[in-house]
């Protein structure tokens, strides 16, 4: 299957900096890419939809000049937690999908997460 | 009432059983359903696929969708220890939309 990296996989910081999270496509092109936050034992809950060279679409309750997205390239999108705070901590996973769509129009890979702890 | 309802668990099987896991959904234009695996710490990885409704085999895992129930399934034949996870349903009314994931089923298979 295609593979999505995802990196850093564990970051810890200080409460009030910023932190910036790279989603990247390694051997295919993705013009979607999507951001998910996950809580412990529960569901993935999905953050904003990137789209390459446009802006970000996010959900409702998602604070955008908190969580900035930037989708730069077909293979690299990124997330930038701003001003982070300790409720900010959580698992953060993105996904893409392929421009080559073999499974359908929903098929999407994701990235290993993203471990953030904000002390 | 969420759109799409997952039992937590934990499930746990002794190793070689069938192991069913369901998730059912309100959402009747959802026509698009996955099924993905998490190792803990890890992102979902993709299991299956499955348009509309009818089963789809793949090795040693069955999925089944029932849209007049709403309902589907999982089945996992022959289960071994590296099948020990949890496993999160998704799906979509396709067209590119969104995926909305149920809580994730969390399993364990014993030696």
């Known amino acids: 299957g295609a593979v999505v990296s995802q990196h850093p996989s564990r970051v810890i910081c200080k409460s009030g900096t910023s932190v910036k999270i790279e989603c990247r496509s390694l051997d295919f092109q993705a013009t979607t890419m999507f951001w998910y936050r996950q809580f412990p034992k529960k569901s993935l809950m999905l953050m904003a939809t990137?789209?390459?060279?446009?802006?970000?679409?996010?959900e409702q309750g998602v604070e955008k000049d908190k969580f900035l997205i930037n989708h730069a390239s077909l293979t690299l999108s990124t997330l930038t937690v701003t001003s982070a705070h300790p409720e900010d901590s959580s698992f953060y996973i993105c996904?893409?999908?392929?421009?080559?769509?073999?499974?359908?129009?929903?098929?999407?890979?994701f990235g290993q997460g993203t471990r953030l702890t904000v002390v | 009432q969420k759109e799409v309802e997952q039992d937590p668990g934990p499930l746990s099987v002794p190793e070689g059983a069938i192991v069913s896991l369901n998730c059912t959904y309100s959402?009747?234009?959802?026509?698009?359903f996955m099924w993905y695996r998490q190792y803990s710490r890890k992102g979902p990885e993709l299991l299956m696929y499955?348009?509309?409704?009818g089963n789809k085999e793949d090795g040693r895992f069955t999925a089944q969708v029932d849209k007049s129930s709403k309902y589907i399934s999982l089945f996992i034949r022959d289960s071994q220890p590296s099948d020990s996870a949890t496993y999160l349903c998704?799906?979509?009314?396709?067209?590119?939309?969104?995926?909305?994931f149920g809580t994730g089923t969390q399993l364990k298979v014993e030696l």
């Open positions: 959402n009747s234009a959802f026509q698009y």
């Open positions: 996904s893409a999908r392929p421009l080559d769509r073999r499974h359908g129009d929903t098929e999407a890979f």
């Open positions: 990137s789209n390459e060279g446009s802006k970000a679409t996010y």
């Open positions: 998704a799906m979509s009314e396709g067209g590119g939309n969104k995926l909305t």
């Open positions: 499955t348009y509309s409704s």
